[in-house]
């Protein structure tokens, strides 16, 4: 059964799903191809998925007791499941490459020295317990560690002003437009990861106006922080930076007391990407529990994590090959994110209800008796 889900958890939702990742990798990656205008890399992202989205949401409509798995696998039994599966398969990468990219930032940032396998297998421990308190260890965890990575953002701009330097925006309107599209290209693919809340609660549940209010959180938040990493650091720097937002977290100083203030910055937001790793474990978990009812979701947590550890240092040899691989994930990503949504709105609707023989018989039947009852001669009785 699925949890009851409020509007100001899937507010929270889409923010831990379009951000989380997004902040680590691609951030470099854009400012290398748009340069200072990095940050409006965004908008694109945003008006792309705000309209599928959209989309979604209209068709949760027609099924508001059941997730999109459960309308899925009920209207259409085999083309449903063979859709419901590649969504497993896909956040079953999502999941694998999650892993390798926190283990891989955990593991350069600050435990030079651990192993990045047993960094990533103490993470997958993590996650395994947080899914198997079901949805609503996920949300509790949304709405603690968002709510922290909110305040941070609010904080940040204040104490990194020393170090802002507005030449590095120079010039101001002279944009480069092909550079900001094939920044959006690196950014949709992690940004867009939000698609997968309507396979996990109900159509009643997920509702536009918050999610819309998520999703614009998100991107104004991802703006300003890009904008402060090309102002603090400049273009040259960030954009051959492997994760230019830990090196902004490093120009932040409070006096002499404490010059590490990346450390309570990573204290606060690497549970929140713990937390989306573990979604994405849920996610493959409720998926093939609504495509085999038989299974246990709990009991395939392990296994499945087993499966995702494993994958994660199979498909990627190091940090570098992660890094590149981006571009060639967003054309698989735009199929998940943006295609198939638009078919589903198109094609995926409720059985009409049609009156058949059975039914008119029925009807007819009823109609004969209620005459008999009632008498001949348009009810009145005869005289005995």
């Given at each position: 059964?699925?949890?009851e889900v409020k509007p100001r958890q899937l507010f929270l939702l889409v923010m831990l799903m379009s951000m989380t990742g997004t902040l680590i990798q691609p951030h470099a990656q854009a400012i290398y191809y748009a340069k200072q205008h990095a940050y409006l890399s965004y908008i694109p992202a945003f008006v792309v998925m705000g309209i599928s989205f959209w989309l979604i949401s209209r068709m949760m409509r027609r099924f508001p007791d059941k997730d999109l798995f459960q309308s899925l696998v009920e209207r259409h039994p085999f083309w449903g499941r063979v859709t419901g599966m590649l969504y497993i398969l896909f956040f079953l990468f999502v999941f694998a490459r999650d892993l390798r990219l926190i283990g891989d930032y955990v593991s350069i940032t600050l435990l030079e020295t651990t192993p990045i396998s047993i960094i990533a297998l103490t993470i997958l421990v993590m996650a395994v317990f947080i899914v198997r308190g079901?949805?609503?260890?996920?949300?509790?965890?949304?709405?603690?560690?968002?709510?922290?990575?909110?305040?941070?953002?609010?904080i940040v701009p204040f104490m990194?002003?020393?170090?802002?330097?507005?030449?590095?925006?120079?010039?101001?309107?002279?944009?480069?437009a092909a550079g900001v599209g094939r920044g959006t290209w690196y950014?949709?693919?992690f940004f867009g990861e939000m698609v997968a809340l309507p396979f996990v609660m109900k159509g009643s549940d997920f509702k536009f106006k918050p999610a819309f209010r998520g999703m614009l959180w998100a991107v104004l938040l991802m703006m300003l922080?890009?904008?402060?990493t090309i102002a603090s650091i400049g273009v040259e720097i960030a954009s051959r930076l492997v994760y230019p937002s830990y090196e902004l977290a490093r120009q932040l100083q409070i006096s002499e007391f404490l010059d590490r203030f990346d450390l309570p910055l990573a204290a606060a937001t690497l549970p929140a990407m713990v937390t989306?790793?573990?979604f994405d474990l849920y996610f493959v978990c409720w998926g093939l529990k609504r495509m085999i009812p038989k299974v246990s979701g709990k009991v395939l947590?392990?296994?499945?994590?087993?499966?995702?550890?494993?994958?994660?240092?199979?498909?990627?040899?190091?940090?570098?090959?992660?890094y590149r691989f981006t571009r060639e994930w967003t054309w698989i990503a735009i199929v998940f994110e943006v295609l198939i949504p638009i078919l589903l709105f198109l094609f995926l609707r409720p059985k009409k209800k049609r009156a058949g023989k059975h039914e008119q018989?029925?009807?007819?039947?009823?109609?004969?008796?209620?005459?008999?009852?009632?008498?001949?001669?348009?009810?009145?009785?005869?005289?005995?």
């Open positions: 059964m699925n949890q079901g949805l609503g260890s996920l949300i509790g965890m949304a709405e603690l560690y968002v709510t922290l990575f909110l305040v941070n953002s609010v990194v002003a020393p170090q802002v330097d507005l030449n590095n925006l120079l010039p101001y309107l002279d944009v480069d950014i949709f693919s922080i890009l904008i402060e989306k790793i573990a947590t392990g296994p499945i994590a087993l499966l995702g550890f494993v994958c994660a240092f199979w498909f990627f040899r190091n940090a570098v090959q992660l018989h029925a009807e007819k039947s009823g109609q004969e008796d209620e005459r008999k009852r009632s008498g001949p001669q348009g009810g009145k009785l005869q005289p005995s």
